[in-house]
């Protein structure tokens, strides 16, 4: 966000303006070949368009032209589009656009030639310069955006829902509705304000266009989510499906996925792929999705096992002697342990490929088939070295990406999400780190309890170290007798892991049961302004009022609270944020950061450091002697 | 300040024959635009430090007194707007006048009013660029024609409201801030006694015309437009509302179109 933009948001009078901009197609026809070039050829399109409609017409900006589904590449002159075959030209003077399919043929022999451009609509007349002139079309349906935590730890639901509705008294919607494709198309919708620049304006999201509808006063866009990429199935392929290079023999194997691998695992039942080769092949290959990059497809087999399908007894194979490797399979090279009686297990790791959360999460992005450009590589490098253990991820059966990356989030307790610049990002999730932002009283026009039934957990499981052939897991546990005593039950709760170290198994165990060992209080909230147009579900915030749930003061003094669900809203009226906050589980009063150097003693300290610094306690655990609510103190989150 | 008001009501930008045509005009803001009577559709120029021009072709020669603009802007550094015209397209072009650019301008209009009625076909609001700066221009709602002038202006106790249609956002403890939207005039209580009966013929075309749903130039000052000039619309169609023996009178609210 630009300074310009945040001092918008700070304003007593801001005068938003939200600018909808969708992304629609117009397929081209009627081409004419340029006789002056060799591979060129064009077609009338203007940028001023429907101006016998409307006076003035509505201007669209082009954005890209495609071939099918292959962009092809935008350049400067008609001659550079007759060098290049698979380019465009657009001479936006003469309304005139040039084109040069990738083989050099007409563009008719092809099922789509299409143009996509952006039309320009907003809430109010922005006074840009440099930029087309935005017509403020919107009759008062806006969308909402809106993100939620089922859990208040980890997972974010989306649930975008909304309609445009566009002014259409003049008949301007009334043929573009039909001329040009409008449905899956983009809509992207940005907030700024009076006199601020285009460059200020901040996306606030997208959605997709379900349909148009039209009557003679309002174009209607039914609006949907665009819908996350990770709800992909994988992995993608089967034994079987044309996969090149494989010889499918092994009847047990015929529909199954084909594996997964990340990091290293233990365990691994090896499917038998080739049973017409010595005594048994089995593979270790790793089919990428349709996208680069691929999965590394060397996976390393550390130890490799027998077992007796009758007896199940385990026998520890010897290389060369008992089997032979290749890069992309396990051949068994004695009848002694032929595929008839035997399965074979192997202790894989994955070789120059992703072992860490934010490396693996990375591969599962772009193998999900995003866009490496929507991707904050950063970030995810960042979480590899906040969370540097290595995980063991084999994937065998269809998942849902996101249910994997869920499981990954929980085991790191970390948190994936798409960012306010629309990149794919990733965070540890810290409830001691500093607020992103900060509330008071003034901000609030609404503050009321949220009602929802809650656990309280006693004692949480982290199973760690999962064999795949066994389905067997370590476990570590965590318990607290406090909460077992005072709820008058027992809750417990068990968590599957991609950890493989029980040391992180345990951490991992007492910060869930820490933060499940109280109610939360949760709090719905709606601004007065726009400071969280911006935030993020799982976004901390520090809350200053005059009351508040906090045992030892009554009063919120810069406590933290998570946003667990926030609805940003365009319209009809105004843009409004709401939502929910989570006082971090009940435990915003005892979890700490550490204060700055020569820090205050808790006696001296203002009631904003006693909220959120660390003090140690005295030898039978109370902070302040005199305070019996000083007891057990603080905790680093 | 002037007796009468005038209407501006017949706009020969607006007609169909009508060829508007820009010295240069930036990338979509074309000068096609002024033929649209909704106030946020305007023209704005390339960005020079040269003179810049609006012209109309209006098909033939036509009646014209009187020369509007709202939502103007001209060079910064000095710069003017002149209204010009010629018969012939050969003609060169003679000067008809020189807008008084007002500052403040809460009504966003400038005009011209002649004395007396001239049949033109060719007409071009110049910019001029006095200070050479590197700056563009805009217009929208061009107004070329004729006005009505009743012979008796509006009654007294018409009101000049101002409607402000910001959103109030008030927090739970009285703390407020306001998200703003542009403000606009409202005048009420209008009154139009007509005398003699010509007028209510020419009101009610008038009328007949635009409804509620065309635009016009409203003056109740035609000398003071910055202030007392406004583009906008009837409310609802005027009443004619009989008085006496051929005397009506027009009560009205007339409201001003957000830019």
């Known amino acids: 966000m630009t300074v310009a933009y945040d001092a918008m948001l700070a304003s007593v009078t801001p005068g938003f303006i939200v600018l909808v901009e969708?992304?629609?197609?117009?397929?081209?026809?009627?081409?004419?070949?340029?006789?002056?070039?060799?591979?060129?050829?064009?077609c009338a399109f203007a940028s001023q368009v429907a101006t016998s409609v409307v006076k003035g017409g509505l201007y669209r900006r082009l954005d890209f032209v495609r071939q099918n589904s292959t962009g092809l590449t935008s350049r400067a002159s008609a001659a550079l589009v007759d060098a290049n075959l698979g380019s465009y030209f657009f001479d936006e003077a003469n309304s005139?656009?040039?084109?040069?399919?990738?083989?050099?043929?007409?563009?008719?022999?092809?099922?789509?030639?299409?143009?996509?451009?952006?039309?320009?609509?907003?809430?109010?007349?922005?006074?840009?310069?440099?930029?087309?002139?935005y017509q403020p079309r919107i009759v008062g349906e806006l969308p909402a955006f809106t993100s939620a935590r089922p859990d208040p730890l980890f997972g974010d639901d989306i649930a975008n829902t909304g309609r445009v509705a566009l002014n259409n008294t003049d008949g301007l919607f009334d043929r573009l509705s039909r001329q040009w494709v409008w449905r899956n198309k983009k809509v992207t919708f940005k907030l700024g304000g009076t006199g601020?620049?285009?460059?200020?304006?901040?996306?606030?999201?997208?959605?997709?266009?379900?349909?148009?509808?039209?009557?003679?006063?309002?174009?209607?866009?039914?609006?949907?989510?665009?819908?996350?990429?990770l709800n992909r199935s994988i992995p993608p392929r089967t034994w079987g499906d044309g996969s090149a290079g494989?010889?499918?023999?092994?009847?047990?194997?015929?529909?199954q996925s084909q594996p997964w691998l990340f990091g290293v695992v233990k365990d691994?039942?090896?499917?038998?792929?080739?049973?017409?080769?010595?005594?048994?092949?089995?593979?270790?290959?790793?089919?990428?999705?349709?996208?680069?990059?691929?999965?590394?497809?060397?996976?390393?087999?550390?130890?490799?096992?027998?077992?007796?399908?009758?007896?199940?007894?385990?026998?520890?194979?010897?290389?060369l002697t008992d089997y032979n490797v290749s890069t992309s399979s396990i051949t068994i090279n004695t009848a002694t342990y032929v595929y008839t009686d035997y399965e074979i297990w192997a202790d894989l790791h994955i070789l120059n490929g992703p072992q860490t959360a934010g490396a693996v999460l990375q591969s599962l992005l772009l193998n999900c088939g995003e866009d490496p450009a929507n991707i904050d590589s950063s970030a995810f490098g960042a979480l590899d070295l906040a969370a540097p253990f290595i995980l063991g991820v084999y994937l065998t059966e269809p998942v849902k990406a996101k249910e994997v990356v869920r499981t990954i989030e929980q085991s790191i307790f970390g948190q994936v999400f798409v960012g306010g610049d629309g990149r794919w990002t990733a965070r540890l999730w810290d409830p001691s780190s500093p607020a992103a932002y900060t509330l008071a009283d003034a901000d609030f026009t609404k503050w009321t309890p949220h009602e929802d039934l809650q656990a309280v957990l006693n004692e949480v499981r982290a199973q760690y170290d999962y064999r795949h052939a066994t389905g067997s897991a370590s476990e570590a546990s965590s318990s607290d007798d406090v909460t077992l005593y005072a709820s008058e039950t027992s809750d417990s709760h068990r968590v599957l892991t991609y950890l493989r170290d029980g040391g992180n198994a345990a951490d991992l165990a007492e910060r869930l049961r820490f933060l499940h060992s109280a109610p939360a209080a949760l709090i719905e909230f709606e601004e007065r302004g726009l400071t969280l147009m911006g935030a993020q579900v799982g976004d901390l915030i520090a809350v200053t009022r005059a009351r508040g749930p906090i045992a030892r003061t009554g009063t919120l003094d810069g406590q933290i609270f998570m946003i667990e669900r926030i609805e940003k809203s365009l319209g009809p009226d105004v843009p409004t944020v709401r939502g929910v906050l989570n006082d971090l589980q009940g435990q915003t009063d005892r979890i700490f950061r550490l204060g700055p150097a020569g820090s205050t003693a808790w006696s001296a300290a203002t009631a904003a450091q006693r909220a959120i610094y660390g003090f140690l306690t005295d030898?039978?655990?109370?902070?302040?002697?005199?305070?019996?609510l000083t007891y057990a103190g603080k905790v680093l989150g | 300040m002037a007796r009468t008001a005038r209407f501006a009501w017949d706009n020969r930008c607006w007609d169909t024959v009508t060829v508007i045509t820009a010295s240069a005009s930036a990338t979509g803001y074309p000068a096609t635009g002024l033929a649209n009577p909704a106030r946020?559709?305007?023209?704005?120029?390339?960005?020079?430090?040269?003179?810049?021009?609006?012209?109309?072709?209006?098909?033939?020669?036509?009646?014209?007194?009187?020369?509007?603009?709202?939502?103007?802007?001209?060079?910064?550094?000095?710069?003017?707007?002149?209204?010009?015209a010629k018969v012939l397209s050969g003609d060169p072009y003679l000067d008809k006048g020189t807008f008084t650019l007002p500052s403040p301008n809460p009504t966003g209009v400038i005009a011209i009013w002649l004395g007396a009625s001239i049949?033109?076909?060719?007409?071009?609001?110049?910019?001029?660029?006095?200070?050479?700066?590197?700056?563009?221009?805009?217009?929208?709602?061009?107004f070329v024609g004729t006005y009505f002038q009743p012979a008796q202006s509006i009654d007294r106790g018409y009101e000049i409201v101002p409607v402000d249609p910001s959103v109030e956002r008030v927090a739970i403890g009285g703390q407020r801030s306001a998200v703003t939207r542009p403000s606009y005039f409202r005048v009420e209580h209008a009154v139009l006694p007509t005398k003699p009966d010509t007028d209510r013929v020419t009101l009610t075309t008038m009328v007949s015309t635009v409804g509620n749903r065309r635009p016009l130039y409203f003056a109740i000052d035609p000398d003071d437009p910055g202030y007392f000039t406004y583009f906008g619309h009837f409310e609802a169609p005027p009443r004619i509302a009989h008085v006496a023996v051929q005397r009506w009178s027009f009560p009205f609210t007339f409201v001003e179109d957000v830019g």
């Open chain 1, 246 to 255: 494989f010889f499918i023999s092994g009847e047990d194997v015929l529909g």
């Open chain 2, 119 to 142: 049949s033109m076909r060719f007409v071009r609001f110049l910019f001029t660029n006095t200070g050479a700066v590197s700056d563009y221009v805009e217009a929208g709602g061009a």
């Open chain 1, 619 to 628: 030898a039978n655990g109370y902070i302040d002697p005199t305070d019996p």
């Open chain 1, 22 to 42: 969708p992304q629609v197609l117009e397929p081209l026809h009627t081409w004419t070949k340029e006789g002056a070039f060799t591979n060129v050829y064009s």
């Open chain 1, 196 to 229: 601020l620049a285009y460059s200020d304006f901040a996306t606030v999201g997208s959605m997709r266009i379900n349909a148009i509808q039209v009557d003679d006063e309002v174009a209607i866009l039914e609006l949907e989510t665009i819908g996350s990429i």
């Open chain 1, 96 to 133: 005139k656009l040039y084109v040069s399919t990738t083989t050099g043929v007409s563009p008719d022999t092809f099922a789509l030639l299409g143009a996509w451009f952006t039309l320009p609509f907003a809430t109010s007349t922005p006074t840009f310069t440099g930029q087309m002139l």
């Open chain 1, 268 to 319: 691994c039942k090896l499917p038998l792929t080739n049973n017409g080769v010595s005594y048994g092949q089995y593979s270790t290959f790793q089919t990428a999705f349709s996208s680069p990059p691929p999965i590394p497809a060397v996976v390393i087999a550390d130890a490799v096992y027998a077992i007796n399908r009758t007896t199940r007894v385990r026998t520890t194979l010897i290389p």
């Open chain 2, 40 to 84: 946020w559709v305007f023209w704005r120029s390339t960005t020079t430090t040269g003179n810049q021009n609006l012209d109309f072709d209006l098909g033939s020669s036509q009646s014209m007194q009187c020369f509007l603009l709202n939502r103007w802007k001209a060079h910064t550094g000095g710069g003017t707007i002149k209204v010009q």
